[in-house]
């Protein structure tokens, strides 16, 4: 995501270069509203934070350790809707959905053999954010926001070398600005989500080869986390 970041710095510097002098406000009385709806679509780059706790076979000496593999692009969707608590603060509700997947690699530090594991996922969430905004400068209006999300994932892959627990919330930030145009408003955002519970799944009653144990048993924690990049429109 780190292209992401660069491409808000540069809309960034874009608007600061043409927010030199005043000219004509697009829509000036729209922040006037009570309420605001709108929609977006994304991208987003998913993964795991893992902790291997180094866990030794006893029977066959393997240990088995865990990472992600390269980058996990995916494909968000969601709806907007917001309320504004005074001049400068608002409320944010925006149901989303993320598709995409995690891809993990195992390696044997006895053997360096290796496997891989693809994870699809499809997590539907509610984000409660607190939206803080600077005051509007022709037709550009920076902002911060943060607030919690609470998170469901309706895939649920039996039999594989890793399982997830479906529900999580998650912790999130990030930044945006609203550029407001003759019959709309587009808002470009870069958020970042930060799971806060360990939805490692240990029970593993699905599986029916015991020595797949081996790769639950090497990891302690896992923690989603995961970088959007989003388009609203108001």
């Known amino acids: 995501m780190k292209k992401a970041l660069l491409?808000?710095?540069?809309?960034?510097?874009?608007?600061?270069?043409?927010?030199?002098e005043?000219?004509?406000?697009?829509?000036?009385?729209?922040?006037?509203?009570?309420?605001?709806?709108?929609?977006?679509?994304?991208v987003h780059d998913q993964g795991l934070k893992l902790t291997n706790n180094g866990y030794i076979d006893p029977s066959t000496g393997q240990q088995w350790l865990v990472e992600n593999d390269g980058q996990n692009f995916g494909f968000s969707v969601g709806i907007l809707g917001e309320w504004k608590l005074n001049k400068y603060l608002g409320f944010r509700i925006s149901p989303s959905m993320h598709f995409g997947s995690k891809h993990l690699k195992f390696r044997d530090q006895l053997t360096g053999t290796t496997q891989t594991q693809d994870m699809k996922s499809c997590f539907i969430g509610v984000p409660l954010l607190l939206k803080g905004s600077t005051p509007?400068?022709?037709?550009?209006?920076?902002?911060?926001?943060?607030?919690?999300?609470?998170?469901?994932d309706l895939t649920s892959k039996k039999h594989a070398l890793l399982a997830t627990k479906p529900l999580n919330?998650?912790?999130?930030?990030?930044?945006?600005?609203?550029?407001?145009?003759?019959?709309?408003?587009?808002?470009?955002?870069?958020?970042?989500?930060?799971g806060l519970s360990n939805i490692l799944k240990k029970d593993r009653d699905d599986l029916t080869?015991?020595?797949?144990?081996?790769?639950?048993e090497g990891v302690d924690k896992a923690k989603?986390?995961?970088?959007?990049?989003?388009?609203?429109?108001?």
């Open 169 to 194: 919330v998650a912790l999130e930030f990030g930044l945006g600005v609203d550029i407001y145009l003759p019959f709309f408003k587009l808002i470009p955002e870069l958020k970042f989500c930060l």
């Open 209 to 216: 080869d015991s020595t797949q144990l081996i790769f639950t």
């Open 22 to 42: 005043r000219k004509l406000m697009n829509r000036p009385y729209i922040d006037e509203r009570r309420f605001h709806y709108g929609f977006f679509i994304g």
């Open 136 to 152: 509007r400068f022709n037709n550009y209006r920076p902002y911060v926001l943060a607030g919690v999300e609470p998170m469901v």
């Open 7 to 20: 491409l808000l710095l540069v809309c960034a510097w874009v608007v600061a270069a043409q927010a030199q």
């Open 224 to 234: 989603m986390n995961m970088v959007v990049l989003s388009f609203y429109f108001e």
